[in-house]
């Protein structure tokens, strides 16, 4: 038993003997594999209690300051008391579901289109897999072509059609300027490889040279405008312009996966941030202020077939009662003026105090991303893609600093891959005490070095 494991079991029994109950009924004792020990979380998941604001409790009564933020959703943190009260009287006044269109569906489609440059519709679904697999759908269908152009280290949700080389084995996948496509687990067809192309991002000449091979044949180019998938990668100057530029000419259709960048640094996402407009964009993290809800939009011109109904974007529960009123509300608070100035500025506080830790204690490390979601990377040098952080990320240093925190009630995740989450209502006195809690455990970390 490690030092950690030791603290980690003595403050965590309750925990344990709900971990030991759930895998009775529950496969692996949790709902997603996301929350299982083979996904970071050793030696077991924490059991929740409570989320409030920034502050998480769990089973055991401990506290935490929460940069986990549900993966992502909870962008206006726990229990927003507008939202919460909007989706209750939502309920009470309308029900859930109709399986028919209603008034307060288009009060939430406008805000968001509103809310977003060169947005024009919307149509909502229930997760970012679905919103994924409908703009992959309805780019081939637009475009009567075939092929997917995707890059290694994004994550585009489950579906077979995209659940391919997030964090691939370079081995496997060949040569960093023509790798191949490789599924991430069993059971996805290998007739879909010939449906794909991946490559290598932030890197303009893989991409170019591509399209001037195959650029006819590409239905659509699907990206995370920022990587937030591995770690925090963000665009270097001109690749997210080249994107948009090369399926302009080639007649491709481009699609950003805002899933974790829509609403998240700017009220207008990725789109907004760096200027640059997609044909289709997927939401979901942020979108609903923590409810199930995820969104695909896109100009008028690009969901013109899911308009006329020739391609068929259906769902039971797309735009229930729930999803759209928690939609309205959050794109209400998120319009409060001054809102992500202020966040960002305390992301960046809390960035920089980290990096200075690191630098005190003669720690290489750096902090990427933009102000309310960051990774702090454990490594000598730039990370600019999934074949830099194969290579040169310390997820060993990551593992020591995550345990550090946990039992500091410090709660983000335990992968380097994954990132670190602001939300819009986190405080001065969050960031205080999460970098009091930081230096104690970088000195521990670097001692261990
Ligand atoms: C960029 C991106 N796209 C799609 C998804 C899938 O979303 P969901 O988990 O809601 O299906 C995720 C989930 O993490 C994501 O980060």
């Keep these: 038993m490690t030092s950690f494991d030791t603290a980690y079991a003595e403050r965590t029994t309750a925990t344990k003997a709900l971990y030991d109950r759930a ?5 692996g004792g949790a709902g997603s594999t996301a929350r299982l020990p083979r996904n970071g979380w050793k030696p077991y998941p924490l ?11 769990d089973a055991d009564g401990n506290e935490y300051i929460d940069y986990l933020l549900g993966l992502g959703p909870m962008i206006l943190g726990h229990r927003h008391p507008q939202v919460t009260q909007a989706v209750v009287d939502a309920v009470n006044q309308y029900g859930t579901c109709f399986g028919l269109p209603y008034e307060l569906e288009i009060e939430a489609a406008e805000k968001v289109v509103a809310a977003v440059p060169g947005l024009e519709q919307v149509r909502f679904t229930n997760s970012g897999s679905e919103a994924v697999g409908t703009a992959v759908r309805l780019a081939r269908a637009t475009t009567g072509r075939r092929l997917i152009v995707r ?29 191949r496509p490789v599924a991430m687990g069993p059971g996805v067809p290998a007739e879909l490889e010939d449906t794909l192309v991946v490559l290598t991002w932030n890197d ?52 950003f996966d805002e899933v974790i ?11 907004e941030w760096f200027g640059v407009h997609s044909d289709l964009t997927t939401y979901a993290k942020g979108v609903g202020g923590g409810f ?94 999934w074949r830099d952080a194969a290579a040169h990320a ?19 995740h335990p992968l380097q891959f994954e990132n670190l989450f602001v939300s819009l209502v986190h405080t001065d006195a969050d960031i205080d005490e999460t970098l009091t809690a930081a230096e104690s455990a970088l000195t521990v970390v670097a001692r261990e070095r």
């Excluded at 890059?151 to 790798?179: C, I, K, M, R």
């Excluded at 997210?240 to 259709?253: D, H, I, S, V």
């Excluded at 609403?263 to 789109?271: H, S």
């Excluded at 109904?309 to 009662?321: D, L, P, Q, W």
């Design 151 to 179: 890059f290694e280290g994004h994550y585009h949700g489950w579906q077979d059609t995209v659940y391919w080389s997030n964090h691939v084995d370079p081995v496997l996948a060949g040569p960093a300027d023509n790798p």
């Design 292 to 385: 199930p809800v995820a969104a695909i939009g896109g100009t008028t011109e690009a969901m013109r077939m899911i308009a006329d109904g020739t391609y068929s974007h259906s769902g039971t529960y797309n735009a229930n009662v729930v999803q759209c009123a928690a939609v309205s509300a959050t794109m209400d608070v998120l319009a409060t003026p001054g809102l992500y100035e202020r966040q960002r500025a305390l992301g960046d506080r809390l960035g920089s105090g980290l990096k200075a830790l690191a630098d005190e204690k003669g720690i290489d490390a750096y902090v990427e991303g933009i102000g309310t979601v960051f990774q702090f990377w454990f490594t000598d040098r730039p990370i600019k893609n």
């Design 47 to 57: 059991f929740m209690s409570e989320g409030k604001g920034s502050r998480l409790r």
């Design 394 to 412: 310390h997820e060993d240093i990551f593992t020591r600093w995550y345990q550090e925190m946990v039992v500091r009630g410090i709660l983000f």
């Design 23 to 27: 895998r009775r009924t529950i496969p």
């Design 204 to 255: 303009p000449e893989s991409f170019v040279r591509l399209m001037e091979q195959r650029g006819e044949e590409v239905a659509a180019v699907l990206t995370e405008p920022a990587v937030f998938n591995t770690g925090c990668i963000l665009p270097e100057p001109g690749y997210l312009e080249l994107l948009r530029e090369q399926t302009t000419k080639y007649g491709a259709m481009l699609i």
């Design 261 to 271: 960048t829509g609403f998240r640094f700017a009220r207008g996402g990725a789109r």
